[in-house]
């Protein structure tokens, strides 16, 4: 901050305002009311927050709670906040704010030009590079988190085959399978998409009443959480013995992947890993992938910073956590999408989900 000339920082969305404070609540998803935290240069962070938040926020390490009694939709904090901004950074200050890709501003567009008029002089700029260069890297306790859920939902999927079969719907597969991560002991299941069929494109959609028949694919993809932590893999599965076609699509994402892990090392780039990964895709035959990427970012987030594409070249330093996610389409309108979760260690890439069978395992 002090590099950057910035006198405090300006964080509003859930995972900024947890990774610096420890404030962790579903509360979010109520969009009544928003949330600050400003970060000063020195010292700890100060929570200008909603009065109904007072009592959890008073149970992280942040001393300095300043709150309002919202909703209060005439003046939503702002001025409690734009005197707090300015008490830090003086009438002419800088001010940081994530503004760049991956980030969000969560309050009103009419709060935000309030909140400008307030400052007078003072200007906000963009403080991304900041919190992603923080977010990027984790800590051994943020690691041991992810770890813990990677196991959950890995021994979740290998006990998979026992849950699900030939004439059961969509919807009840999806619901045996969430049944079982929070049994085996994930905090939540914010995330679980997948599909069914002899070939699919679409791997992003909720579960309908379609029955699973023999001679169809599943694939489950699961973000579920422990201790506000995400795992992000998934896992195929083929009902009877898989169309040719559709097991050399998953041998090809198969072997696409341990090319990856190969080149996920620190010094190289994600677009180093995204060129290895790639160069087996086009080899096998890809005619395309609609994911726009083959991994990213992990963490408190189900998709985080950085992302493995031909131009992002984000150094990989020792630390981070990434999922790699070769998608490969072998036939028009279907798609096989494989995904692992891994740390970034001084040697490369340790595996923290369970690597998935080298052949499309049968169920049936």
């Known amino acids: ?189 914010p995330y679980l998409v997948g599909a069914s069929g002899p070939g699919f494109s679409d791997v992003i959609k909720q579960p309908t009443d379609r029955v699973i028949e023999r001679g169809d694919l599943l694939m489950f993809d699961t973000g579920s959480t422990y201790a506000g932590y995400f795992s992000d893999f998934d896992r195929n599965y083929s009902f009877g013995e898989p169309d040719p076609g559709a097991a050399q699509a998953y041998r090809t994402v198969w072997e696409a992947t341990e090319a990856g892990l190969a080149s996920m090392r620190p010094g190289a780039t994600t677009s180093d890993v995204w060129a290895a990964t790639a160069e087996v895709l086009t080899d096998g035959g890809s005619l395309g992938n609609s994911v726009g990427r083959l991994g990213h970012g992990l963490g408190m987030q189900v998709t985080e910073w950085p992302s493995n594409t031909a131009g992002d070249a984000t150094e990989i330093v020792e630390g981070m956590v990434l999922t790699l996610e070769p998608g490969f389409t072998w036939e028009p309108g279907k798609l096989m999408l494989h995904e692992e979760n891994v740390v970034i260690r001084e040697d490369g890439a340790h595996l923290l989900s369970w690597r998935a069978e080298r052949e499309l395992p049968v169920i049936g």
């Open 1 to 189: 901050m002090a590099q950057a000339g910035v006198a405090c920082l300006l964080v509003c969305t859930e995972p900024e305002v947890r990774y610096f404070t420890g404030f962790h609540t579903p509360f979010w998803q109520s969009p009544t009311r928003p949330w600050f935290t400003v970060i000063p240069t020195e010292g700890k962070p100060i929570a200008v927050i909603p009065g109904i938040g007072e009592s959890a926020m008073s149970g992280t390490w942040v001393d300095d709670i300043r709150t309002w009694p919202a909703p209060q939709p005439e003046d939503e904090g702002v001025t409690l906040l734009a005197s707090t901004l300015l008490d830090l950074a003086g009438p002419a200050g800088r001010i940081g704010l994530p503004m760049a890709a991956e980030t969000h501003l969560r309050m009103p567009l009419s709060d935000y030009e309030m909140l400008q008029r307030h400052l007078g002089d003072a200007t906000l700029v963009d403080a991304t590079n900041i919190v992603r260069s923080l977010r990027m890297v984790k800590s051994e306790a943020e690691i041991a988190n992810i770890t813990h859920i990677c196991r959950i939902v890995s021994e979740s999927f290998a006990v998979l085959p026992e849950l699900v079969g030939i004439g059961m719907s969509e919807r009840d597969a999806f619901k045996a399978f969430k049944i079982e991560l929070l049994r085996r002991g994930a905090d939540d299941v």
